[in-house]
């Protein structure tokens, strides 16, 4: 009876499994990132809508009393202190609202950087799933590079990607696994920086301010209306108090 032929599996290539694992989570975790910027810049710029036009009018307001008050002797002259806090030494939330202020529009050349890359990685070129993760996640490389207005990185990840085994396949293996190894390298790098990324808009202003929101709301309270009605209140006062000064709002 003739004995079945044993099939022989090759073992699986530990450096691409890795990379795949990991390339997995650098496009979760740069999905991630992307969705938390994009809910503190529509956060900022609600705040900027209904809010920021009220502290600029205070703020001016502010400082004709201040400037009323030392002409008429009753206080002194300016001594340097912080533009942007109260007379508590706390921050103003009009200055907390501007930390993830808007950049300027795009240069000519970022787009033509930005539009190469797109065309040369884009994951519908990708013949397998782990080439099309890879894509994946250095679109959302390139994405954020190009919202950052940042051509150096987007230059970088172009090349890159034209040092990675996908654009070289030709190449002899020990080549090809130096390569992959490298990848990984670049991967295992970038998620630490995602990692500092995310603690560090954690730690800004806005994200603060996003947590008050959200106890305010879990309380039962609007904490926006709240604001806008105070800023209203102390535009109120500002306002009679130059009156009081003898001078019109």
């Known amino acids: ?56 009018t205070l703020t001016t307001l502010e400082a004709a009393v201040y400037e009323a008050e030392v002409r008429a002797g009753i206080r002194p002259p300016f001594d340097d202190q912080d533009d942007d806090r109260d007379d508590s030494g706390t921050s103003r939330p009009d200055a907390e609202a501007h930390s993830c202020s808007n950049r300027g529009a795009p240069s000519d050349d970022l787009k033509r950087v930005f539009r190469d890359l797109a065309k040369a990685i ?13 894509r ?4 959302a490389e390139a994405n954020r590079a190009y919202a950052e207005r ?15 085994p996908e654009t070289s396949l030709d190449e002899h293996p020990a080549d090809d696994r130096a390569r992959v190894q490298q990848r990984i390298t670049d991967v295992s790098e970038r998620l630490v920086r995602i990692e500092a990324e995310v603690a560090d808009l954690r730690a800004s202003a806005i994200w603060r301010l996003k947590g008050r ?3 305010a709301r879990q309380q039962g309270w609007d904490l926006f209306a709240e604001m806008i009605l105070q800023v209203k209140r102390e535009i109120a006062r500002a306002t009679a108090r130059l009156r009081q000064l003898g001078l019109d709002a």
């Open 1 to 56: 009876m003739t004995q079945p032929l044993a099939i022989q599996l090759a073992p699986p290539d530990v450096d691409r499994v890795r990379l795949a694992s990991l390339e997995l989570e650098l496009t979760g975790r740069e999905a991630a990132l992307a969705g938390l910027r994009a809910e503190l810049h529509e956060l900022q710029s609600r705040y900027l809508r209904e809010i920021g036009e009220f502290y600029a």
């Open 122 to 134: 884009h994951p519908d070129l990708a013949e397998d799933e782990p080439a099309r993760c890879r």
């Open 136 to 139: 994946h996640s250095l679109m």
């Open 150 to 164: 940042d051509e150096d990185r987007l230059r970088l990840i172009m090349r890159a990607w034209e040092r990675s």
């Open 213 to 215: 929101i959200d106890e």
